[in-house]
């Protein structure tokens, strides 16, 4: 089942690798790590996002980073968190700079929740930047605004350079089921998150836990999702991500979500290539 669509791995399939605030590793992943694993892992797109914040590296550094990547064959992907003018600006010079297709923004950040007008606004005065730079806009859904939120986005802002980077669970969070989170906006999507996940009840029955799984060990069905996908022609990327659990120590979680990277990776090359 050849989807067209190129298969990668992010900065948020390695969360625990690279550091989480109050988890930090002794010897965080690096930008230059995360590609060496996608070349083993037989990834062919890398998606910084803003766990490796892109705009912390110098223009030598940029430019050693997208040399290190085409050595390898790497198409880049380029992600921030807090859409706001001097942000988006910064991060479309820097998505020029490593010659990255996908833009891929979260809209909130700290103590900053936009209006759908407002966030509107700020985006179309980048939109001949976007155009002229063969860049798409990849806005993530996440757990603060509901599907028809995010499509009245897109539609005001009548671009194809603007579109959605689909992720799999953050709208649980809202809440919207994934069914219903794919039904409405794959037909937007120019970037999937895949990012699998079970969903059980406590022993107590008194509520359910969402954890993440290793991709096609979940509810997700990534089959149909990617069938799906093919179907609108400009979804071009689909990037594992991994809710991997804590377990006892920062030394064997990372090591689990190595291994949660492998066997999904795994899964996911055989089933593109199937």
């Known amino acids: 089942m050849k989807t067209g669509i190129q ?10 690798a690279i550091g989480v605030p109050g988890y930090e590793p002794g010897n965080p992943l690096s930008a230059y790590g995360l590609m060496e694993k996608a070349e083993r892992l037989n990834a062919r797109v890398v998606q910084f996002a803003d766990n ?25 992907e380029v992600g921030t968190k807090g859409l706001f003018s001097e942000n988006l600006e910064k991060y479309i010079s820097i998505s020029e700079s ?4 996908i833009l891929r923004i979260i809209i909130d950040d700290k103590d900053y929740t936009p209006s759908l007008e407002q966030i509107v606004n700020i985006i179309r005065p980048f939109i001949p ?7 798409k806009l990849a806005i993530e ?13 897109i539609n005001k802002c009548s671009s194809s350079n603007v579109g959605i980077c689909l992720d799999t669970v953050n709208s649980l969070g ?43 060990k979940g ?4 089959l149909q999702l990617l069938e799906k996908a093919r179907k609108y ?7 594992l991500e991994l809710w991997t659990p804590f377990t006892t120590d920062i030394k064997s979680t990372i090591a689990k979500e190595e291994a949660w990277a492998v066997e999904s990776m795994n899964f996911l090359n055989q089933l593109s290539h199937s």
Not at 184 to 206: C, G, S, T, W, Y
């Open 7 to 16: 298969i990668g791995i992010g900065s948020y399939t390695y969360t625990w």
């Open 52 to 76: 490796m914040p892109l705009h912390t590296y110098s223009k030598e550094d940029l430019n050693n980073i997208f040399c290190f990547a085409q050595k390898r064959k790497l198409q880049i």
């Open 98 to 101: 490593l010659h990255a297709k």
């Open 129 to 135: 930047h976007l155009e002229s730079r063969g860049i």
């Open 141 to 153: 859904n996440h757990d603060r605004l509901k599907c028809r939120d995010f499509a009245y986005i």
């Open 174 to 216: 809202v809440p919207e089921g994934t069914e219903q989170v794919i039904n409405e906006l794959l037909p937007f999507a120019v970037n999937l998150h895949i990012k699998d996940f079970q969903i059980e009840r406590l022993d107590h029955k008194m509520g359910f836990k969402v954890e993440g799984t290793p991709a096609g």
């Open 219 to 222: 509810k997700l069905g990534i």
């Open 233 to 239: 022609s400009w979804c071009h990327s689909a990037i």
